[in-house]
């Protein structure tokens, strides 16, 4: 019975448009997202990119031609280097969605994802909601609206609340 009530509380929470949050703090923990996703993209770009010039056979000391050379000779030293990239970034989004189902912004900001339910959503359910994130950023100005949902919320079926 206890337990019923509060899962009834969270689901009011949920349904009480007050409670989401809104589009100035969604852009709040986004920013704080940017800083900490920039600064390890940029980490990961500069040691790959020093690899990138190490493992480079071209004749010459000179970085441009450097750059050149593997561009026109080596250019799958570019491909390893944004695969790598990527999978920096897809794994970030995997260690959000598989352990604490927050972004770093969003402790930052103090939000919490719910679905539907009132629960924590599935790992799944959150890594969708992220890279939806991406897909679908425009409809971020939705979070000013009203209801204060966005349309990756409405797909993924989650609420971002405060």
């Known amino acids: ?20 949050a809104s589009g100035w703090f969604r852009l709040a923990a986004g920013f704080f997202d940017f800083i900490f996703l920039s600064l390890i993209l940029i980490t990961t ?11 480079s056979e071209a004749p010459s000391d000179n970085i441009v031609f450097i750059r050149k050379y593997m561009w026109e000779n080596e250019f799958h030293l570019y491909l390893i280097n944004w695969t790598v990239i990527v999978i ?12 604490g189902k927050r972004t770093i912004g969003m402790k930052i900001v103090d939000l919490y994802v719910y ?29 000013f609206g009203r209801k204060r949902r966005t349309l990756y919320d409405k797909w993924t079926k989650t609420y971002l609340v405060k």
Not at 1 to 20: F, H, P, S, T, Y
Not at 90 to 95: A, D, Q, S, T
Not at 116 to 143: H, I, N, T, W
């Open 1 to 20: 019975m206890i337990a019923e009530q509060k899962g009834n509380q969270w689901v009011q929470r949920l349904l009480n448009e007050e409670q989401r």
């Open 45 to 55: 770009s500069a040691i790959t990119t020093f690899w990138m010039i190490v493992q």
């Open 88 to 99: 920096v970034f897809l794994m970030i989004h995997v260690l959000y969605a598989f352990k």
């Open 115 to 143: 679905n539907e339910d009132a629960e924590k959503p599935s790992g799944v359910q959150f890594f969708c909601r992220e890279m939806l994130k991406y897909l679908l950023f425009p409809f971020f100005l939705m979070s």
